[in-house]
């Protein structure tokens, strides 16, 4: 496959420097993206530029990660307003650890290819690097004109921000310059990718190698990735969307792009997946024909979700939203792990009991309104189970005289109350 070619049609291309595309086809070739080591987990803000390296290792390609310990100790000025937090070395090892795990679901780190990814740390190279050194060796070549001429710079210094910037971060574009020279020494690594925001950086490392080594290198960016409506991508109310299932369930993942508008869902699709662009065609069809059907949300919802969680993990988020929607069994919830029950139920009012109750039996009416008061009154409650409007576990209660014991908890902990179609209600015993 033709690199830039498959990026093209994906919507994933927004600066290529002239030549890029000749030195791929002339031999294989290696490029490299920069990941902030800022936690121990990606999030899909970073998926854009690892699915750029995804693909340039299926066009035969080497791809390198480099982890910004370094860098990850200054800041980036592109399009921030305000400084990173600074990081200790102890931390940025963890978290290179935690995402060379998580990289490994994208790429192939197999050293035996040719084509085989590597993950590197600038902190390796810049750590016995002395400043006297580095202006000696690095500052003299780039002029404080070239440096002022670029927007990121140029953004933190005009009348958009109060703070002004700091030598610190005036500086990052010299040490990312100088990654770049590094990795085409070392690696005779010749591209660098990253998003448009990046492209002052890193067109100052082909100037560098340019001037230092009478080097040719490329430089190939994306476009920052935004949703139809404007907002963000990436953030919701409770933050990022992490690729850990510890930070975001599986089910939280599964479900943001379940959620996704049909413009966002037709875009997302090309960028974050390996479908095909006969594959994509299709799908785009199958929506136009029938949108209500959201063919490409599930689609797309599925294939991410396998890549990161795994099959189990998607098929079991599948069956934890269909829950809310009426359709499962009391057989499909008893299978639902607590991390996923827990995350389909979140915010709906909780209530907690003594487990004690369960031990010897606890009748309905005295459960859920007295101890749990998930009715305001015996009375109200008998109604609705009259009326047949109650269920326990997704299974309808007809029996105002009906105990439950241990064995009716989900997990051994909870028990799910519905009123209604809508009105969920979580018991928790502890």
């Known amino acids: 496959m033709n690199f830039v070619e498959e990026l093209t049609w994906r919507g994933m291309v927004h600066d290529v420097m002239p030549g890029t595309e000749e030195q791929l086809k002339k031999e ?9 080591p800022t936690a121990d987990s990606l999030h899909i803000g970073h998926l854009v530029s690892v699915m750029m390296l995804k693909h340039f290792q299926a066009c035969g390609h080497k791809p390198i990660v480099l982890v910004g310990g370094a860098t990850g100790m200054i800041g980036d000025p592109s399009g921030k307003s305000a400084e990173r937090n600074l990081l200790d070395e102890p931390t940025l090892r963890k978290n290179q650890e935690g995402l060379k795990k998580q990289l490994a679901l994208f790429l192939d780190f197999d050293s035996s290819m040719d084509n085989g990814a590597e993950l590197v740390n600038n ?24 440096m002022m001429s670029k927007d990121s710079v140029k953004k933190r210094l005009g009348s958009e921000s109060k703070e002004g910037m700091s030598f610190t971060e005036f500086t990052y574009q010299l040490v990312q310059g100088f990654d770049f020279l590094q990795l085409y020494r070392d690696k ?18 082909t100037e560098l190698i340019r001037r230092k080594e009478r080097g040719e290198a490329f430089a190939l960016t994306c476009p920052l990735i935004t949703k139809a ?25 599964f479900q943001f792009w379940m959620n996704t508008s ?19 065609a299709e799908l785009v069809k199958e929506q136009n024909e029938a949108p209500h059907l959201r063919a490409m949300q599930k689609r797309l919802a599925q294939e991410v979700t396998v890549m990161v969680h795994g099959q189990e993990a998607y098929d079991s988020a599948v069956e934890a939203s269909q829950i809310l929607f009426g359709k499962a069994t009391t ?13 389909v139920f979140e915010g709906v009012p909780q209530f907690k009991v003594d487990a004690k109750l369960f031990t010897d039996g606890v009748n309905v009416i005295d459960l859920l309104a007295d101890a749990a008061m998930v009715f305001p009154s015996k009375g109200e409650l008998r109604r609705t189970i009259k009326a047949g409007g109650m269920s326990v576990n997704k299974e309808k209660v007809t029996d105002a005289e009906l105990k439950f014991d241990t064995s009716a908890l989900l997990n051994d902990k909870y028990l799910l109350v519905q009123k209604g179609k809508k009105n969920y209600f979580l018991v928790i015993a502890e």
């Open 331 to 343: 057989e499909a919830l008893r299978k639902i792990d607590e991390q996923t029950l827990l995350a």
């Open 28 to 36: 294989l070739t290696s490029a490299y993206v920069g990941i902030d």
């Open 123 to 146: 902190y390796d190279w810049m750590k016995e690097f002395s400043f006297l050194e580095f202006i000696r060796d690095i500052g003299k070549h780039i002029t404080v004109n070239y």
């Open 229 to 253: 409506d404007g907002g963000k991508f990436g953030k919701t109310e409770s933050g990022n969307i992490w690729l850990d299932p510890e930070k975001t369930s599986p089910y939280h993942f």
């Open 188 to 205: 005779n690594c010749k591209i660098q990718m990253g998003g448009s925001d990046q492209w002052g950086n890193i067109t100052t490392g």
């Open 262 to 280: 049909d413009a966002d869902a037709e875009k997302y699709i090309k960028i974050f997946t390996m479908l095909t662009k006969d594959e994509v």
